[in-house]
């Protein structure tokens, strides 16, 4: 895990977002301040 913070938030892509690891680390990107994309198989998920 990354530990410290950039100078400008980081762009990322998280495939799988809805599964046990994805459900995890975007709410942890979010946190540090990063903007987050997601793909997920089930657009409703």
């Known amino acids: 895990m990354y530990?410290?913070?950039m100078?400008?938030?980081?762009r990322?892509?998280?495939t799988g977002a809805t599964g046990?690891?994805?459900g995890r680390?975007?709410?942890l990107l979010?946190?540090?301040g990063h903007?987050?994309?997601v793909l997920a198989r089930s657009?409703?998920?």
Not at 7 to 10: A, C, D, K, R, V
């Open 30 to 32: 979010l946190q540090d």
């Open 43 to 45: 657009p409703k998920s």
């Open 12 to 14: 990322v892509l998280v």
């Open 3 to 5: 530990v410290g913070k």
């Open 20 to 22: 046990y690891i994805g």
């Open 25 to 27: 680390l975007v709410p």
């Open 35 to 37: 903007k987050v994309r």
């Open 7 to 10: 100078s400008e938030p980081e």
